[in-house]
């Protein structure tokens, strides 16, 4: 890799809606700049950055793809991202690791509900945003309502920088509303008309330059005003908007000029890091401290780990020793890796600003922070369905846990979990399409083929009011018996609550200490006195209580939500262990638990469906009939609307074949966790009857 200024470099990801044309736009700009001798289509099976078999098979990204070029002077690290929501998660990884997101629209299909989540996405990543129309050569292109649509819904700041010759079959060109040019016939809008909002819109970002603009009807030189567009994309007072056709090779070079223009480098993103109890503000100087970022993790179908490495200061070189947050003591590299889609190239070093990728490093994973620094926490959504997993073939069960945890290194909204109950592999992603990807990869990449049982939903178990009870373990058998006795009260414990405000203000006027557990959100207080029950049984009475909150007591889920003190007990000389207080524990909070008004709590989950205006209506009525919660509509462009509401996640499950059967196809959607919430009586009476946990009285 050659060295290159930091100023120099363009790292984008283009990101939008499935079927925008980002993938296609990708391999056009890698052939236009020679950067690769092809003749690529993703159709045809013979994509650059759609590489694996699954996106081959599919025709659409499942994975994010790094490549590199170059084009007028400028380093390109470009990333193309998959556009279904499912795979949501890549897309959010990748936004960390660049400078600007290229927001990919369709021009047919207008804007769709994932152009509006990776809009929303790079905003909290901090990244400069751009606006590319794509497919201006389809049919059924109503341009200025597009446009229009676009300004309505992210503001004024949406400005085009250039305007299209023709559309549709007569799309020949496009022309600057920056610089425009004497002939601007067969532009659909005038450029001249656009020009003074664009200029506005950029000098917004320098008051001074400003004032004189308003005063003196003065702009200032090309050369600022190549400064302010930087600055404006950077502050978000400008989200230029570019058009092309990336399949006719019409605006693509246009395209990359803009990004040259206003795509933003390493220098021009403003970031911080924590050292210590300090914020600082990243440089990207190449004498700084080393701070960087694994970004998103691959495993190759040559099972070789790749973790993708953002720089942001100071140098990488292969064979260093360095820290990583993921590891105890530092980690050393191995050779670095210039990427290429799917080929690989070694390098010694790299710079800030740079990408590229490590091999083989197993204490890295997405996340992983490079250095003695701290960087904002990476955040993915919560994957809600889940399936239980055996393998068909028997004798598979180490083979299979080794791939799925392959998975889950390379996609952080998978996750694998052991049934507690069940003792089944459980696995979560954020839709049915997603685990079946995952699925076909496992075929594919492990030669292993899984059987499924119905989509498991994390339903909680908590109580509504406050009880206390005892229970006394004793066994005598011939020889040491057992005996243990335990006495607890137990009350609702509000997630959000301060577990010290909630125990200094409660009534645990002897409380010795209490014990806070954050996944289950739960609190147990010893406020044992006069040795009653000895110390050293405490952490046995611990384990009891953490049986139960993960085995569960009415119908075998996760306990959350819950306080319980331990304010009395007995014990014995001689009979008494760690395994009869455990025991006495365990029990002891069943039975009070089970006196506390105990109920099911199941995931709520936000849901927002685009649909044509024509079928809003269709999609409030289905909404109330699954219990879920309208919460109002927002117009998405090119005639149609999106709906968002609240409902729950056993009613949504199979949401998407509801959807293409009430829409023709037209509709699409994608679900957030929300919260979790008390579920209906007569639901819970129906999982009660089907769960069975098991009674611990003779253990």
């Known amino acids: ?164 010759v023709g559309q549709g079959a007569d799309f020949k060109g496009v022309v600057s509303t920056l610089k425009v040019p004497d002939d601007t016939s067969g532009a659909l809008m005038d450029p001249s008309e656009i020009n003074g909002p664009l200029v506005e819109q950029i000098i917004e970002a320098d008051e001074e330059a400003m004032m004189v603009y308003l005063e003196e009807a003065t702009l200032p030189s090309d050369d600022a005003l190549s400064k302010l567009i930087v600055r404006a994309v950077a502050e978000g007072s400008l989200v230029p908007i570019v058009c092309c056709s990336a399949k006719a090779d019409v605006g693509v070079t246009e395209l990359l000029d803009a990004i040259n223009m206003c795509g933003l480098s390493p220098a021009d993103v403003s970031r911080t890091a924590t050292e210590g109890d300090e914020e600082v503000e990243i440089k990207p100087d190449a004498d700084g401290p080393l701070i960087a970022r694994i970004f998103k993790t691959r495993i190759d179908p040559f099972v070789q780990k790749l973790s993708f490495i953002r720089i942001f200061s100071g140098q990488l070189k292969k064979d260093a020793q360095v820290a990583a947050s993921s590891a105890r003591k530092g980690v050393k590299m191995g050779p670095l890796l210039e990427v290429q889609a799917e080929a690989t190239s070694a390098i010694d070093a790299a710079g800030p600003g740079e990408i590229v990728a490590v091999a083989k490093m197993e204490d890295l994973h997405t996340g992983t922070i490079l250095g003695e620094h701290t960087l904002p926490e990476m955040k993915f959504p919560t994957p809600m369905v889940g399936l239980a997993v055996t393998p068909k073939s028997r004798g598979d069960e180490t083979k299979l846990s080794g791939a799925l945890h392959k998975v889950v290194e390379e996609d952080p909204t998978f996750k694998l979990d052991r049934d507690a109950q069940t003792k089944e592999l459980v696995v979560t992603g954020m839709s049915e399409l997603h685990l079946t990807v995952i699925r076909e990869r496992l075929v594919r990449r492990d030669k292993l083929e899984v059987e499924t049982r119905e989509p498991k939903i994390p339903f909680r178990e908590t109580i509504q009011s406050p009880a206390d009870g005892s229970y006394r373990h004793k066994k005598q058998s011939g020889g040491r018996g057992q005996f243990g006795e335990v006495h607890i009260r137990m009350w609702p414990f509000p ?24 996944v289950h959100n739960f609190v147990w207080v010893d406020s044992i006195v006069g040795g009653v029950i000895p110390g050293n049984f405490l952490p046995a009475i611990a384990k009891g209580f953490q049986e139960r909150l993960v085995g569960g007591v009415i119908a075998g889920h996760m306990v959350q939500d819950v ?126 009857a089907k769960s069975k946990v098991r009674d611990d009285d003779d253990d």
């Open 1 to 164: 890799m050659a060295k290159v200024k930091v100023e120099d470099i363009r790292n984008v990801a283009f990101c939008g809606h499935g079927s925008a044309g980002k993938t296609t736009l990708v391999d056009g700009a890698l052939v236009k700049t020679g950067a690769v001798n092809a003749n690529p289509s993703v159709d045809d099976g013979t994509s650059i950055c759609d590489f694996d078999q699954e996106e081959k098979d599919h025709k659409y990204s499942v994975e994010a793809s790094v490549v590199h070029f170059e084009h007028g002077g400028k380093r390109f690290n470009a990333v193309d991202t998959p556009g279904y929501p499912d795979f949501i998660g890549q897309t959010i990884g990748v936004l960390y690791g660049v400078d600007t997101a290229a927001i990919v629209i369709n021009a047919q299909s207008g804007i769709e509900v994932n152009t509006r989540r990776v809009f929303d996405e790079a905003g909290k990543a901090g990244v400069g945003r751009m606006i590319v129309i794509n497919k201006m050569d389809g049919d059924n292109i109503d341009f200025a309502a597009l446009v229009n649509d676009i300004r309505e819904l992210w503001g004024p700041q949406c400005v085009l920088l250039n305007v299209p």
């Open 563 to 688: 306080c319980v003190e331990v304010h009395f007990g007995k014990f014995h000389d001689v009979d008494s262990s760690e395994a009869a207080f455990k025991t006495a524990a365990r029990n002891a909070f069943r039975d009070v638990f089970e006196k506390a008004r105990p109920c099911l709590l199941e995931p709520i989950v936000k849901i927002a469906v685009t649909v044509p205006e024509a079928n809003v209506g269709d999609v409030y009525s289905d909404m109330s009939s699954r219990g879920g919660r309208v919460q109002g509509a927002d117009t998405a462009g090119g005639n149609m609307q999106t709906v968002n509401a609240e409902a729950p996640l056993r009613e949504v499950m199979t949401y998407s074949r509801t959807l293409s059967s009430m829409t023709g196809g037209q509709g699409s959607y994608n679900m957030e966790f929300s919260h979790y919430d008390v579920m209906p009586s007569n639901i819970q009476q129906e999982i009660m």
């Open 495 to 518: 997630r959000g609550t301060d577990p010290e405000e909630f125990c200094v203000k409660s009534r645990f006027a002897s409380m010795k200490t209490f014990h806070y557990n954050d």
